[in-house]
């Protein structure tokens, strides 16, 4: 009596559509999974998104000195990077009152993201950080929470002071900076600053209303 020795296992090469078949389905619910979590939670996070821009302008822009959504249909120009810039326009029986918009600046750790808000003369209404990551206890004195710096912008403009005075002091400007960290203030001085230029730049498109 012979014994069949044969190995009846399914060689390998057969196997091997099975597992792409396999690696296949599971590769598509996963992608359908990560479509589905992201279909259901960018509606919230753009609603978030524009309720933190509101709360922002309510605090560079007092609410008696306009009477539309300043977020509803921004005024779109192009920086001299090349870059959109979104202008929020606020106005008040068909005049532009304000102007707000982001600027950034490049700090001891990166990104210094403010917004900036003008009345039409090109006077700063106010000025916030929205964002950073410098350290904290020193570069953290450009929030307005922590110090009162940032509020010490208000009031001037493009020609006060003038040009070579927008500086720290450090460099031979009017605007103080800070112990261990004149590298922060520095940034955020030259981007209002040249926020400002930007919008002596551009005065004309920015003060039109557009229907």
């Not at 600053?193 to 002596?200: K, N, T, V």
Request: proline share 5%; net charge negative.
């Amino acid at each position: 009596m012979t014994t069949d020795t044969k190995d009846t296992k399914t060689p390998l090469l057969e196997r091997i559509p099975y597992q792409a078949i396999l690696l296949g389905a599971c590769a598509a619910i996963a992608a359908a999974l990560l479509l589905g979590v992201d279909n259901a939670t960018r509606e919230p996070i753009a609603q978030r998104k524009m309720e933190d821009l509101q709360q922002s302008l309510a605090q560079v822009v007092p609410d008696d000195l306009h009477d539309n959504n300043m977020v509803a249909k921004p005024l779109l120009l192009t920086g001299e990077d090349g870059k959109e810039i979104k202008v929020y326009q606020g106005t008040k029986a068909g005049n532009v009152t304000a102007l707000v918009w982001e600027t950034v600046g490049f700090g001891y750790a990166g990104e210094i993201r403010t917004i900036i808000a003008l009345d039409p003369q090109g006077n700063i209404l106010g000025t916030r950080v929205l964002s950073h990551k410098e350290t904290p206890g020193l570069g953290d004195k450009i929030e307005a929470a922590k110090d009162d710096w940032i509020t010490k912008f208000t009031g001037l403009s493009f020609g006060n002071p003038p040009e070579d005075q927008w500086k720290v002091k450090k460099d031979g400007g009017q605007f103080d900076q800070f112990s261990g960290a004149t590298i922060t203030p520095r940034a955020v001085v030259k981007s209002l600053h040249a926020a400002l230029q930007f919008f002596a730049a551009h005065k004309a498109e920015m003060l039109e209303v557009k229907p």
